[in-house]
Structures are given as structure tokens and as C-alpha cells.
């Protein structure tokens, strides 16, 4: 879309509207809180105008026309709910019914679907049809994350249209012609692409849906929260759906800096460890479930012996062992705490995988730009050295440390019990608390809680606020996220300026020295 | 008087015009010389402007105008000759492909030439082997004479045809479904715009012509397009050919002057009358596609405009005929069975409208249709009027909705010896 920065003026349902040059009528309504209905049109897909759905009446043009594909000019007027146009709505939405199955009741789409939501809108509720419907393949695997059901199917090709053009996979056929046309996986049947499962979210009805999440709840049973998936530093935006305190699917959420409207199959499924039956939900010491506080207790004694004896002086030795799932709220509390004890070996270490050119980026955690910022090294820790005490943050992988370190003293916040741990916290993941992470391009994003971890649970952040607490006379910590931010924004220049409100949904870019978060 | 003026035709009947030489004796390829030698590619246009050619596919668009629509880019632009003649009743075409093919070949090479594409496509449908045989013969021999390829005629003018062969599908016909086919993937229609001479064959200005259209070109510049103007009326200039076919004593494809004459007296007069001797009931002027229309309106001068005031089409030149014998019923049936098959399935109304409608007829036909079921089966073809990607549509709305209209007695009286009786008081 070339718009040289021309802008046009258009008339919509009676609303005046100025926009680019060049912008099509779905998009220009948008402008004036109008929806017009659609199916297979999608901004980021190429336009093919197969739905019918979007048909809107201009002043002066005999036919109706496709919104999609008719952009807008200087002074034209549209008409999207004239008598016109709902008929001709009226009759696309009755033959989109007349051989879909109805079967709602059973359908995992049911609560997010076009065809409900535009049958109600735009549907006159009733059928003409008196005819057995065409009968098409269903429960048909397109491979171990898609199930393809061809009768709920209304051939908008969103997903074909998703793989061959983002994806240049190519990989969903045609298949048949007229009221028999299906749609048909190539090769063995079974799809490839690491970013298949957003065409389940592409499809606006129930035919492709999760083989994950597939009669796990009907969705409006469930919580939703806007955060972010934190299986590698790109830091795509997505909504968790939880249900009964249990994470049940993520799903794309658009944000044009970071995902667009996409995300890797990868991170989608990457979250089932949150639901982890043998989650440590309450603090442990010596191997024994403890009240917070005597555990509390216990850390601090340690804490308190080793910043006697000098904290990180050679006499005692106190490593300070931070992981990239932290948030940057955590890690300044944790950086608070060592500055407290005097500790200066501090570290940290980024799980390594694959990445692409589209989303998948190499590094498997969300925040190693901010376990950077706030001073941690990404540097392996000296094994042969003895060390009296160690403060572990444990990534799920177990993270950062080697096996045998010798340790006389550990405090570790793990998903798991630490066996070898003198006092053990439990940890929540990024689905169970509110905080900001760097992503990515150095952009500073929130996430936000889904579900609810143990009813007593004391965040990670509150916890190491009263360790320090209880070794620093008159130091009081924050009560939220928000407020730990604020005090972050205080004595980090990166974050001057900056609020939870302000950070919004789709978050800001920071301007960052290079020394100061790495590559 | 109803008499045949051949043009395309004039030497149809020499089995000699097939081959380059035969061609050569009667004046072949003197156009192509004549234009490459003395005429600037806008002059070829100009005088196609002049004859007031327009399409002979069914649409009627002045061609000259639509060659004007080609942008002045650097792209690369192509011709596609439209050769899938597959309209029911349609059986033009492959006259001048299979008897006179080097006067199509000669006016495609004119048409490139004059809106400045180097390659000809001219797409046949795979169920005229004996049309891509005569083609590729032809090209074959032009080639070796010099009259394809590079420098043609020692002129600076390079050009190539190649003929590709559909595979069966209705909808290649079509001219954005054609241009999908050619490019190798499935023939899928295109919403416009952008229009094919804007961004056609791989995004690139692409004129979609007929058979019949482009052979005219031919003759235009042979002959100037001021002589081409004065055949025929104001508004179908030229001759055109026409396939009557059906039930009339003399069926065939026949060469006429537009506005010459009545359909009537086409089709009473020249082509003797029903062959059964039976009453004629109706007439299809323009293929399957196009309104019927009864036996009580055929004195209706033969041309684009007054059959058009008439409420039908010269549509392709498919002139099907019925007597009495025939029922509307049946007919409308067939129609339907027709083009929902070749429904490509792509946009919704035609998809799925197109068997529910053939889903209705049948229940007329079996007697099996409710009070209620005739205005459902006009208010259901309404919706898919004008609301779908490409015409295959209104197709099948268009004679369907004139049975219906034309001879509503007999739907009626399909519900009322139904079985099933009303369904309701």
C-alpha cells in the first residue's frame, strides 16, 4: 500500500472519516467503530474475496461491493447497514448455514465464533434450507497439533493463504469444486510448520481447532489475561486462558512492534508446566513445609551471618545466582538485597535453542536484557571455588549452576522441591505474577497474571523485599509490581519516566546502552 | 432476407486454408505486413477503434477501448487468447481454430503488436484436441517461415504464440480464471479490480481477447476498420458467427451481418423451422447462460443492443432452439445441473447457491415441491445475483429466473400435483 502520506475524505453510515490513501473500506470503518463482517479477510493476508460477507453499498456504484477489496477515494460515501446491504448479508449468512453442521454444542469454537457472532448480527435466525447437508471429513489430524473438521469448514482459505504466504510452506490445498470442495493437506497430511497453529486462530469457525486445547473448557468458563509468552526473548504478546486456577491455552495477541498477530507453535505449548501437579507450593527448610515466616527466618540468619562476615569478602563467600525468567521488578529486589549484603558475585545464565527469521528467538527465556541491566553476569560461575552461601533462583531447567558446586548454605526459589536446598521458596512463573520484562529490541513489556498460584503464596519479589527487610534496618519494600516499577524508575535512568499504565498493552522501546543489557 | 456474409468463414471450405500456403494464395498474412511495414502499433489500435469491433466471448466489451487500458509500464505484457469455449451450445471457435487457424495466429500477432506484447497465449480447452492440433501445425509452419519468433519479417518485431490445453474446467473459461490456470495453479476466478490489462498473467498487463475477436483483427487490418464498421448495424459492427443448435431443421454454425434480420426469421426462415414441424416454444440467443426467450418474442432485431432491450444476450453466438416437447422444468433443471458442477466452489453464494438451487428444480421436476418453494427458488437466485467473485453465478440466475418468469404455469403446476401437498393451512 503506497499512501505518499495522502490522506482521503470518506463518508461512513453518516461519519465523516479522514484516512490514508489507499485504505479499504473493512479498514476505513474501522475508524468510525464500524465493523463490516468478514471472514477471509485479513490485513496481513492477500485479499481474495471469497466470503462475500463484507459487501457494502457506495453512492453512486450500482453493485454492491466487497469491502475488502474496494479502498476507499476522496468523497465517497458508504452505506454498511442499508437495507441493500443486509439483505445481501442476510443471504450470505443463510447460504454459509445451509450446509454447516450446527453442532455448536459441541464445538470447541463456540463463544469466539464469526459464524455465531455474525449469525446473531446479521442472520435472520431461521433456515430455508430443507435439504441433508453435504457430508465432509471430520476429526481428520493434520499431524500432532491441528484437527481439521471439513464440515464446519467455509473455505475463507485464511490458512492456506497463512502458509504459503508467511509461512512459504504452502502445505493446504483445494481440493474437489463447488459445494464439495475440501480442504486437503499435501504430501502425507500432515502439517510442518513450526507456526502452524495460527491458522486455528486465522480460522474464524470451529473447522481447525487445537489438538491441546480441544474440549479442555467451553471459553467462557475462562480467565483471560493479557501478557506475554516467555519461552525465548522475543517476547510475543499473548492472552492466557485459565480455568480453575490452571492454564489452559495462549494464544497470539496482536502487537505490530514485536508479533504481529502471530506466534511460534513452540511457545504456544510451552506452558503446561505451569499446571505441574509437584510444584512446590510452600516453603521448605531442612526438607520440612515451614509458615513463610519461619522461613523467612531462616534465609535471613543466613543472610545476616554472611554480611557479618563481609558478604562477598574472600573470608565468605555469597553468590548471587539470578535467572532470565525474573522479572525486572525481582531482579531489583534481588539486587537490592546483594547491594544490602555487600555481595559482587552475582550471575546468571540464558538456556540456548534455535531460532528463525520470523519469531523463534535463540535465547529460551524472557529477560536476560534485564537480569543484565540490573547488573547481573552472564558468566559462568567458578565451580572450584568454596562457597559458604549461594541465593538460586532456579530456572525450569534447574539453571545457571553446576551440579557439584560446593555450596555450605542455599537458599533457592525452584518450581520444584531442592532436595539440597537449607531453605526453599517456592517460585511462580510469569503466568502467576505481574512484572516487566525486556524483550527482544530492548522493549520494555508487561506481564500480567493469569491464574492464581498457592492461596499463601508470597511472591518472589515480596520475599526477598522482607529478607532485606530483616537485615536492613527501616527498609520497606513495595506492596505491587506498579509501585516496584515506580521505584525503579526513580534510580535507573533507562526507566525515567516510565509507569505500569504507561508501558500500556503493548509496551515501549528503552533507549539502552549496549554495555548495559549485552548483545 | 437472412443470408450469410463469410469474412472469418470466406474460405472455411478449402481444405488448403489450413495449411501456410493455402493461406498465403488468399491473402494471408498481408496484414501482418502491412501493419509491421507501414503502420505504428497505436494505428493498429486506432483502426480496430474504428471498426467498433467489440468481444465476441459473450461480454460484448469494444475491444479497442480495452487495449487502451494497458499501462505504459516496462513490464512484459501477454496476450491471452481465449480459446476454452465451453459454453453449452458454443461451437464457434473452433471453426476458424480447426479450419482457417493461421488467420487467429496472424491476429494475434497483430494484437501484441499493437499493444506491445512479445508472447501469445492462446488457451484451448482439452476437449478440442482437433483445434490444438490445427494450431500447433500452424504455429509450427509460421514459425519456420519466419512469421513467429525473432525479427519477424526482418522487421525489429518479435512475438511468440504457444498454445496451452485446459483441462476440463468450465471456469477456465472465465477470463481471471483462465489467466489463474495459466499461470499453473488452480482455476480460481479473480476479484477485479486490478483488471487483467492492468495486472493479469504473473502481475503483469495481460489483454484477454476471444478467438472470434482476435480473427476479426485480422480482417480489420486487412481491410481498414472503416470497411469493417459498415457491416453489420451501429453497435455490432462486422459479422459475427453464430452455432444454432437444437431443434430446427438446419443447425450449424453460420457467419451473419448483425441487424440485418429478426431472430424470428433466422430461425423460422434461414434455419427452416422446428425439425419435429411441432410449435417452437423458445429460443436461448446467446448460450446457456443468457435469458430464454419465449416463441411470442422473437421478432426482435438481431443485434447486441435491440436482443439486449429484449431482456436477453447475444452472449457467446450459441443460439439454442426448443419446440414444444421441452419442458421449463426440465430445462431450468439441466441448466442448473450444469453449472453447479462447474461451480468452482470458491465464494459462498455461488458455492453453495448453486446447489441449492439445483436441489429446488429437482423437486419440481419430481413433482415434489411445496407452496412457497417458487418464490424461496427466485428469492435464493436473487441473492447470488451480483453478489459473487466472477459470473458463473448469475449464469445460472439469469435463464433460470426467465423459466421461471417465462413460463411460471408449468412450476406451478409442479407444486400443485405434488405429492406433498402445502405444508401449512
Redesign the interface.
Known sequence: MSTNGKTVNVTIDGKQVTVPAGTNIIEAARHVNTEVPHYCYHPRLS???????C?VEIEGWP??Q?GC?TNVSDGMTVFTASDKVR??R???M???L??HPLDCTICDQAGECKLQDYAVDHGTGLT??A?DKQKKPKNVSWGDKVVFDAERC??CTRCVRFLDELCGTDEI??D??????SLIVRDDGQLTSPYQMNIIDLCPVGALTSRDFRFKSRVWFMQFANTLCTGCARGCNVVAGAREERLLRMVPRFNAQVNDHWMCDEGRLNYTFVNDEDRLVAPRVNGKDVPYDDALARAAAILQKAKEGGGGAADIAVLGCASPFMTNEELFSFAGLLDALGVTERRFAIPMGEGDDMLLHPEKAPNARGARLFGFQDAPVDAERDWDVVVHFAARDGGGLPDDLNAKSRIVFSLQVDKNADVNFPLTTSFEKDGTVISAGDRLQRVSKALTFAPSHLTERVVLDRLRGLIEDGYQGTDTAALALARIAQEHAAFEGLTWTGIGLQGVSLQLAEAEVGA | MTRETRVMLEYADDPAQKTLEGYRENGGYQALEKALREMSPDQVTAEVETSGLRGRGGAGFPTGRKWRFVPKTDKPKYLAVNADESEPGTCKDRQIMERDPHQLIEGSLLSCYAFGAKTAYIYVRGEYPHSIKALEDAIDEARAANLLGDKILGTDFCCDVWVHPGAG?YICGEETALLTSLEGN?GYPR?R?PFPAVEGLWHCPTIVNNVETIACVTHIIKRGGEWFSKLGCEGSTGTRLFCVSGHVKRPGVYEFECGKFTLRELIEGFCGGTLSGRPLKGVMPGGSSMPVLRADELDVTFDIESVQKAGSSLGSGAIMVFDDSVGAVGAAVNIAEFY??????????C??????VR?MLLQFAAQDARDGDLD?LMD?T???D????CALAEALVWPVQSFVRKFRSEFEAAVRESAVGTATQ
Request: proline residues 3%; hydrophobic residues 40%.
Open positions: 485479499v481474495v474475496g471469497n466470503c462475500r460477507i459487501l453493485k454492491l466487497i477489496n439483505e445481501a442476510e443471504g450470505v443463510e447460504l454459509l445451509i450446509n430455508r434450507f435439504f467455509i473455505l490445498g483445494i474437489f469444486r463447488g459445494e464439495k470442495v | 474446467a488452480r476479484i479490480p453447479s458442477h462447474e461451480s468452482c466452489g470458491q465464494c459462498t453464494p458455492r453453495e447457491g448453486s446447489d441449492w436441489r424461496l435464493v436473487d441473492k447470488m451480483g453478489t459473487t467473485i
